[in-house]
């Protein structure tokens, strides 16, 4: 049993910074790797940012690398999305999820519990 609850989202102009946090519940925190997906409308979730489970290993989409910086402190049961330089395209429903082999996993059936998910809208 794995809880998590996103936080942080909310209206930002275009070139604008945004932190989105993820806290989970449970000691076993430390053993997932965790993974960051958005979903804007009329479009599948797609696939962002993961993290291994140490933290030692990270993977960004293309379409994000140099902008976004996935990070977790896993001794407060948290990870973090960092979010600069923000687009109109960046404008989705951002999810964590935490996958329990600890790997950085980039796809949707590799996790196994999600979050309920944040609005991050970026205007122009």
């Known amino acids: 049993q794995v809880q998590l609850v996103e936080s942080g989202g909310g209206l930002v102009q275009a070139g604008g910074s945004l932190r989105l946090s993820c806290s989970a519940s449970?000691?076993?925190?430390?053993?997932?790797?965790m993974g960051w997906f958005r979903q804007a409308p009329g479009k599948e979730r797609e696939f962002v940012t993961a993290?291994?489970?140490?933290?030692?290993?990270?993977v960004y989409a293309d379409s994000v690398k140099g902008r976004f910086t996935i990070s977790r402190d896993n001794a407060k049961n948290t990870a973090y999305l960092q979010m600069n330089n923000l687009k109109p395209e960046d404008t989705a429903v951002y999810y964590c999820?935490?996958?329990?082999?600890?790997?950085?996993?980039?796809?949707?059936?590799?996790?196994?519990?999600w979050g309920q998910g944040t609005q991050v809208t970026v205007s122009s």
């Open positions: 999820a935490a996958e329990s082999t600890g790997w950085a996993a980039t796809t949707l059936g590799a996790y196994d519990y």
């Open positions: 449970g000691r076993t925190f430390s053993t997932y790797g």
């Open positions: 993290i291994s489970w140490s933290g030692g290993s990270t």
